[in-house]
């Protein structure tokens, strides 16, 4: 699993796997892989910074042009 902030204060929540999505429907949702991902979504909703977050502007923004950052 992966999450990262992206700028303009968004983030990127991913699993990389396949399995992750098929465990979801094990025992009626009532797993630890549905309650992961229902608080993954349940913060991503919610008003306000994301947990983690710096919420400071970037310091070193050399390179990020290229990029288109």
Do not use: C, H, W
Not at 53 to 65: A, D, F, Y
């Amino acid at each position: 699993m992966v999450y990262f902030e992206a700028p303009n204060n968004g983030a990127v929540f991913a699993t990389g796997s396949i399995a992750f999505g098929n465990a979801l429907p094990i025992n009626g949702f009532e797993n630890n892989v549905s309650q992961l991902l229902s608080n993954v979504v349940d913060t991503f909703v919610k008003p306000g910074p994301l947990p983690g977050s710096s919420n400071r502007p970037r310091e070193n923004t050399e390179g990020l042009e290229r990029v288109g950052l």
